[in-house]
Nanobody, 124 residues
Framework: QVQLVESGGGLVQAGESLRLSCAASGRTFSSYTMGWFRQAPGKEREFVAA????????YYTDSVKGRFTISRDNAKNTVFLRMNSLKPEDTAVYYCAVSVVAGLPVAAARYAYWGQGTQVTVSS
């Protein structure tokens, strides 16, 4: 059974940093794009970042460019999201996901497997 487990969320002040991790089990995802999404209360789930299987291509939503960095360790079946200079508007539940389509999709419907999410709260 496929499982994605996120960790690393928490409560921080604006300007601080967090590093999220997502450990995958049940199958090897080294050949697939992995992504991070987030969902704030009352809002739809939105794309944050994605990384190709090889780690050589990444894509970010505009609001996090220059602040967030996605990376992966295929040997450990793990993807990371380093978040610097956090802002209150980054507050959300963050989800990792695995896409089985080519490229760096931004649509949630292109991702087949999802974690349960980890809460990130940024206070002002």
């Amino acid at each position: 059974q496929v499982q994605l487990v996120e960790s690393g969320g928490g409560l921080v002040q604006a300007g601080e940093s967090l590093r999220l991790s997502c450990a995958a089990s049940g199958r090897t995802f080294s050949s697939y794009t992995m992504g991070w999404f987030r969902q704030a209360p009352g809002k739809e789930r939105e794309f944050v970042a994605a990384i190709r299987w090889s780690g050589d291509y990444t894509y970010y939503t505009d609001s996090v460019k220059g602040r967030f960095t996605i990376s992966r360790d295929n040997a450990k079946n793990t993807v990371f999201l380093r978040m610097n200079s956090l802002k209150p508007e980054d507050t959300a539940v963050y989800y990792c996901a695995v896409s089985v389509v080519a490229g760096l999709p931004v649509a949630a419907a292109r991702y087949a497997y999802w974690g349960q999410g980890t809460q990130v709260t940024v206070s002002s």
